[in-house]
């Protein structure tokens, strides 16, 4: 008698799309034989019918007893186990840099539609179609499912043990290591953590990347498509999240309000995150990763996700964290948004040392998301006799208590502050992101005061760095600063800062930090420089420069305007570009600090060749900052000491330094040669 038949683990599994890689899926799930069936739906149903058909041959000849069936619609698949995600829109991929993000707009009208067809499925979903991290926030959040995973950090690190174990000669299997972050070009590498037999090992990051780069190139030049690899990360990812295996896999899911890929350790279907230690750098990459893929899925939201988000959602939000450190000086920010915490770690992070941390009630900085405060501060401030000011060019409302706490209202930007003598600064806002414009300023002029009060000084300048060797740049508006700043950091020398920096005198020595900010560009440098190009290819994508910008520069970013443009007090209006972004999109090293080597006046006059002046410049008390010529943020709050540090030593200390008058012209070529040379001298 014929004992019955095990029936296999797992029910169906259903597939949407039919490509390259939802036909090597179908095939994995019907040889494997651990679903009972798959079910398959493309857009037109030609496909699907046609994959079915040839799923049923395979079957027959391997005698598996899957069955394959064509479904003509993604919400009849609502009672399968699990389903996988891998439709592609009708475009022509062109671009030649950040490959997997041009797909964006023609694939997520695709996928916000199927997550509507799905609408709160409780099984297991996993996203295959690019941009895959910023489409698996898109799933997950139009329907509301709260199993949804991304395939492509998986691939990635695949990807990398094989390419690290042929470049030191070792079977992969040996090598432990991981991909994370995007699945794109801003993927972060964990050198530092890479163990090879339980050794660190010294990884040749330039070749690993080269490789990482290349490898879906060479298959996609062959054969059209990358199939087999990312079908193959997504039968582990469907086998450890129905609890078929107990594994580790790199997969892309919301980890503390950002959604990119890390690694999960999965028992019995359970995720645990296990994020690798990473070194200052790697932190700094994935902050950048993160702010890429937020600037990314930012337009979808507003395109795609309700006005009002379900309630669960909204008040599921947990309170959140970061530490912001430089020198010996830090300042904890606690708010109930993400985005605030996120905003803190992108505009700090490249710069000053920024870390999630557990949420502090003693915090520096404490912000809320809360339009119930902002009317009841608003309301008492414009009550009560009170001063005005202009904070950050816009209007503020504030006065002082006899105890000197301090109430302030923005009406124009919808914020108010309130900061109590010992106490926090508090911030309150009705939308996310003026609340964290707003905290990133004032958790600077925190830190600032710190600083100041440790006998730190601010110096209008911008520096680069090499070696630890530090070349600032002064000068009067307009004289160059920011110009020599980015040609030297385009050939190689590290980015400090381009406007300002804090300088205190160490020994014998200045050292230097870097002031935070968003770095402004004009549209003409831009061009110069051969960035212009590239600049506007992601905002017409959808990427966003700093929300400060002002809508003329990203018209003409849109439109393909290289002119620059003016205000009528005449200002230049120029693109703003987030701290990481200099490193992200223009391919820039930021430094974190340095020590005063040299110091450069230029002055950029049409038509000069460049050369050093026969003139005599030294730094003045007019070069530096102080609260007398602060003109866009005055001290409201009190947060800086009443006596700034004396700048007479540092003053002959920069007598010391050899120093330059140089003139400019404007070839970009022999301006740079001319400042390698000259900044050379240095190192």
């Known amino acids: 008698m014929t004992p019955p038949l095990t029936p296999p683990p797992v029910g169906a599994v259903g597939v949407i799309g039919a490509g390259a890689v939802g036909q090597s899926v179908a095939m994995l799930l019907a040889a494997g034989g651990w679903c009972e069936s798959v079910r398959i739906v493309s857009r037109t149903g030609l496909s699907a019918r046609a994959l079915v058909t040839d799923l049923e041959d395979m079957c027959q000849v391997t005698a598996s007893s899957v069955r394959a069936v064509h479904v003509t619609d993604a919400g009849q698949l609502a009672s399968c186990e699990a389903v996988v995600v891998c439709p592609?829109?009708?475009?022509t991929n062109t671009t030649r840099t950040d490959i997997r993000m041009a797909g964006l707009n023609a694939n997520a009208p695709v996928i916000a539609d199927l997550a509507r067809k799905l609408d709160q499925y409780q099984g297991l979903v996993v996203m295959v179609t690019n941009p895959v991290d910023v489409l698996t926030r898109l799933f997950a959040e139009v329907s509301g499912c709260p199993h949804v995973y991304g395939v492509g950090s998986n691939t990635d690190t695949a990807r990398y043990r094989l390419a690290l174990a042929r470049l030191l000669d070792v079977p992969p299997q040996a090598v432990v290591g991981h991909?994370?972050?995007?699945?794109?070009?801003?993927?972060?590498v964990c050198a530092s953590a890479t163990r090879v037999g339980d050794l660190p090992v010294p990884v040749p990051l330039r070749h690993v990347r080269d490789e990482l780069s290349d490898r879906p190139r060479r298959i996609n030049a062959e054969l059209g498509r990358t199939r087999c690899g990312p079908a193959g990360a997504v039968i582990a990812a469907l086998r450890a999240g129905l609890g078929l295996d107990d594994a580790v896999t790199e997969l892309c899911v919301n980890h503390e309000g950002r959604w990119r890929g890390i690694p999960l350790r999965f028992t019995a279907g359970t995720p645990t995150v296990c994020l690798p230690r990473l070194d200052a750098a790697e932190a700094r990459q994935l902050?950048?990763?993160d702010a890429k893929l937020r600037d990314a899925y930012e337009p979808l939201a507003r395109l795609y996700l309700p006005a009002h988000p379900r309630q669960k959602e909204k008040t599921a939000v947990p309170q959140t964290a970061v530490r912001i450190a430089t020198a010996t000086q830090a300042a904890t920010v606690t708010s109930n948004s993400p985005v605030v915490t996120d905003w803190a770690l992108r505009y700090f992070g490249p710069w000053w040392n920024a870390t999630s941390t557990a949420p502090d009630t003693n915090a520096a900085v404490i912000t809320d998301v809360n339009a119930g405060r902002v009317t009841e501060i608003a309301q008492r401030v414009a009550d009560h006799p009170h001063e005005k000011t202009v904070y950050a060019n816009s209007n503020m409302l504030f006065d002082q208590d006899d105890d000197g706490t301090v109430a302030a209202s923005q009406p124009d930007e919808k914020l108010v502050y309130r900061a109590e003598p010992g106490g926090p600064l508090r911030i309150y806002g009705c939308e996310d992101i003026p609340v964290a414009l707003?905290?990133?300023?004032?958790?600077?002029?925190?830190?600032?005061?710190?600083?100041l009060a440790d006998g730190w000084s601010i110096l209008h300048a911008s520096a680069v760095v090499r070696d630890g060797q530090?070349?600032?740049?002064?000068?009067?508006?307009?004289a160059g600063k920011t110009t020599t700043a980015l040609l030297l950091a385009r050939a190689g020398w590290q980015l400090l800062a381009n406007d300002r920096v804090f300088i205190r005198r160490e020994d014998d020595r200045l050292r230097v930090l870097p002031w935070p900010s968003a770095a402004a560009i004009g549209l003409g440098l831009l061009d110069a420089l051969g960035w212009y190009d590239q600049v506007r290819e992601r905002v017409q994508r959808g990427e966003q420069l700093h929300p400060t910008q002002h809508q003329k520069v990203t018209d003409a970013l849109h439109s393909g305007s290289r002119t620059p443009l003016w205000k009528e007090s005449g200002k230049e209006l120029k693109p703003q570009f987030f701290p990481d972004q200099l490193h992200s999109w223009l391919g820039l090293t930021l430094a974190t600090e340095g020590h005063s080597a040299r110091i450069l006046f230029p002055q950029i006059t049409p038509g000069a060749e460049?050369?050093?002046l026969d003139e005599e410049r030294t730094v003045r008390d007019a070069d530096f900052f102080t609260a007398g010529t602060e003109d866009r943020y005055p001290d409201v709050f009190g947060l800086l000491p009443s006596d700034l540090p004396d700048t007479q030593p540092l003053l002959e200390l920069l007598g010391e330094l050899p120093r330059n008058v140089l003139s400019l012209g404007h070839d970009v070529k022999a301006n740079t040669d001319f400042l390698t040379r000259v900044a050379g001298s240095t190192a």
Do not use: S
């Open 470 to 478: 530090t070349v600032l740049t002064l000068g009067d508006k307009g």
């Open 438 to 451: 707003a905290t990133a300023r004032l958790t600077r002029e925190v830190v600032r005061g710190q600083l």
């Open 179 to 188: 991909v994370i972050g995007e699945h794109g070009d801003q993927a972060v």
């Open 88 to 91: 592609r829109g009708d475009f």
């Open 610 to 612: 460049p050369t050093v």
């Open 287 to 289: 902050i950048a990763a």
